[in-house]
């Protein structure tokens, strides 16, 4: 793995860690056009665009359910995209009844921050697409 390629692994293990910590997407990681595109499967699956955009779509998400927060299994180097399998857990509202995705996000990064992050199902299906 390039020097590069480990700093964006790094950068990009350093978002979840906050993320977790904060369920806030850390500002400082991303460029200010960032954009955020949900599984195609999605109801809502609209690109977001902008740092503004995409925080308060990762906040709104994460703050409807209880515990939340990204389990992160394995981050896969691309050169400039960091391919990250993980589980999205916590409860669901009164019932409690536990929340388990399993999602792949694809981080796409230059020069130290994040350009853009595209989700899918799979890590399979993320794989063929970068």
Partial sequence: MSTSAAANVELV??????????LELPRWALLDTVEWQPPADEPDNGLRRGVDAVAAYV?????????????????I?????????LH???????????????????WTIRDGKV??????RT???ALREH
């Fill in 13 to 22: 293990r350093r978002i979840y860690d906050e993320f977790n910590e904060t």
């Fill in 59 to 75: 906040r709104e998400w994460a703050s409807t359910f209880d515990d939340y927060r990204c389990e992160l299994h394995e981050l």
């Fill in 77 to 85: 180097d691309r050169g400039e995209r960091v391919v990250a399998a």
């Fill in 88 to 106: 999205l857990r916590g409860r669901i509202g009164e019932s409690g009844a536990p929340l388990r995705i399993p999602l792949t996000q694809v």
């Fill in 115 to 120: 350009i853009r992050v595209d989700e899918y």
């Fill in 123 to 125: 890590t399979a299906e």
